[in-house]
């Protein structure tokens, strides 16, 4: 029995040392099209012919990481004066190879949201949250001083704000293709 528990707690420290030896810092940035969103906010605003925008900081152990990110597009008013959402978040995701240099990841997280509008008092200054989630695939590579990574990423955000009695809600559906660098 004390063999037992000695093994186990030996294997989980050495676990545990590989996983913080292998710890990285890694910073990205992401860019797609066209994020169609749904519910009260599609019924409000559109997307189409726009461009959203991520970036990115990370630690990343082993193939657990931990990732916060500012994501966020602009949306038009469908018969009225345009907005912007933006959104702080913070991901878990996990890692797994698929074959040299590939891995695929699954990630899930919490937002803050916020909605502005410049010209649009209605919609100006309303924050929520939410969550999202989604998967990608990468291409991990090594250079001279770091290491970086190509990735394509599907993420689904479950946005709610509100303010002063106006709430709005929905999903957006966002597929990127970015970089990450590590250090």
């Not at 699954?106 to 209605?122: E, F, I, M, P, W």
């Amino acid at each position: 029995m004390k063999f037992r528990l000695a093994s186990t707690i030996a294997a989980l420290t050495l676990g545990m040392t590989a996983t913080a030896a292998s710890a990285e810092t890694y910073i990205g940035l992401g860019i797609g099209s066209e994020a169609p969103v749904t519910g009260s906010l599609g019924e409000q605003f559109s997307t189409d012919d726009t461009t959203h925008g991520r970036l990115m900081l990370g630690k990343r152990f082993g193939k657990l990481a931990i990732e916060g990110s500012l994501f966020g597009t602009e949306m038009f008013h469908l018969g009225g004066p345009d907005a912007a959402i933006a959104a702080l978040a913070l991901d878990l995701k996990y890692h797994l190879p698929v074959a040299s240099n590939f891995e695929a990841y699954v990630k899930g997280g919490l937002h803050k949201a916020y909605l502005s509008s410049d010209t649009n008092q209605r919609f100006d200054e309303m924050e929520g949250q939410g969550y999202q989630y989604g998967a990608g695939i990468q291409y991990r590579f090594n250079l001279a001083v770091t290491s970086a990574a190509l990735w394509l990423d599907y993420q689904r955000a479950q946005f709610e704000v509100a303010d002063e009695g106006v709430e709005l809600s929905g999903t957006g559906k966002m597929l990127q293709v970015g970089v990450s660098l590590g250090f």
